[in-house]
């Protein structure tokens, strides 16, 4: 019986779980002892298990092994031997580092087109990272059937976990959203986020903190030419799609710039055609004539000029030279011709202020 004096682990660290085993070639087998020299790397934690039962947990470091650290031995082991009495013993060591780039795929299912009512196939991969935040809820729900926890043999326990909440929340979304399957890369995002709590909650209560999860592709199978032509089809029409909304939206860029142009044209015509246009009715006052805005207007401004002509008369007319009075005739008749001043006002007016001069 050989007894070792140094025990450790420098394994890969896909390793999640690594048990010690005593080498055993039919002659002799391999104990521990108090004494031992137990050596704990960094992210690392050792557990020592005895009847079932956890002995103690062991942190990063260099540890003699004793009574004293090991305090559920000391009743179990006889120290007839001076405190180096060979003892058994299930060691644990604990990756505490994050296991990363664990891939996931799922087997293609059916989703229902809705454009052309045709089964297409669909699947999806990512992959997610994990750590052993509770080693000894890690230990009471699944070591002990396994000597050592790769990150594979994590796949394997929670595979069918993730890819059933992957696909029933790429059915349940692109369903809200209205997706079609040949979209479903539009809610990549949104999958993952939904997934992520859900698988959360699982790995935890196996003692496992979920570090990252990423949905990295939902991509359909086209290998049939029934979903080839589906897939065709869909292009082209989503091509037509965005030509004609591409079309509309020139359209109506045009079209506002037209309204602007139009504001503008209608502005400069308004300035041309203001006391314009040839005869009685031309221009914006032969436009408001034509349309019978003149009889109230020539009322409201016959009463302006009942109000204004007096007071020019009876206050400003002994101020007023002869050629101020000629101009004030000529805008009077500058109405008249507009219609806005009967013949009878003009003359009334006519005559009130020739005889001032």
Do not use: C
Request: glycine content about 8%; proline content about 4%; charged content about 25%.
């Amino acid at each position: 019986m050989a007894i070792i004096d140094v025990l450790k682990y420098d394994g890969p660290n896909n390793v999640l779980v690594w048990k010690w085993r005593p080498k055993n070639d039919g002659k002799r087998q391999e104990e521990l002892r108090l004494g031992t020299q137990l050596v704990v790397n960094q992210s690392q934690q050792a557990v020592f298990i005895h009847g079932g039962q956890i002995a103690d947990v062991f942190e990063a470091g260099t540890h003699t092994l004793s009574t004293e650290n090991l305090p559920i031995l000391s009743g179990l082991i006889g120290l007839a031997f001076g405190g180096q009495s060979p003892f058994k013993a299930e060691v644990y060591f604990f990756n505490k580092a994050v296991a990363m780039d664990n891939k996931f795929g799922l087997i293609p299912f059916n989703m229902i087109e809705p454009n052309f009512r045709v089964p297409i196939p669909v699947t999806s991969r990512g992959s997610f990272a994990v750590k052993v935040n509770d080693i000894r809820a890690f230990l009471s729900q699944i070591i002990g059937t396994v000597p050592d926890f790769e990150a594979t043999t994590l796949k394997q326990y929670f595979r069918g976990v993730i890819t059933e909440n992957v696909k029933t929340a790429i059915v349940k979304i692109s369903r809200e959203q209205k997706i079609s399957p040949l979209e479903l890369e539009a809610i990549v995002i949104d999958v993952s986020d939904a997934v992520k709590g859900i698988i959360s909650e699982t790995l935890a209560k196996y003692g496992l903190y979920l570090e990252l999860f990423n949905i990295e592709a939902i991509p359909i199978v086209d290998e049939d030419e029934k979903v080839k032509k589906v897939v065709t089809e869909y292009q082209r029409l989503m091509s037509q799609d965005m030509e004609e909304r591409m079309r509309l939206k020139r359209r109506a860029e045009n079209l506002e710039m037209y309204k602007i142009e139009r504001s503008f044209d209608t502005t400069e015509k308004a300035a041309e055609n203001i006391g314009g246009g040839s005869g009685e009715t031309g221009g914006i006052l032969g436009t408001m004539v034509g349309l019978g805005m003149v009889n109230p207007l020539a009322q409201t401004m016959g009463n302006m000029m009942q109000n204004i002509v007096p007071n020019v008369s009876t206050q400003q007319t002994t101020q007023m030279s002869k050629d101020e009075i000629i101009k004030l005739l000529k805008e009077l008749g500058d109405l008249k011709a507009a219609g806005i001043l009967t013949e009878e006002e003009f003359a009334e007016k006519k005559k009130e202020l020739l005889s001032k001069i």
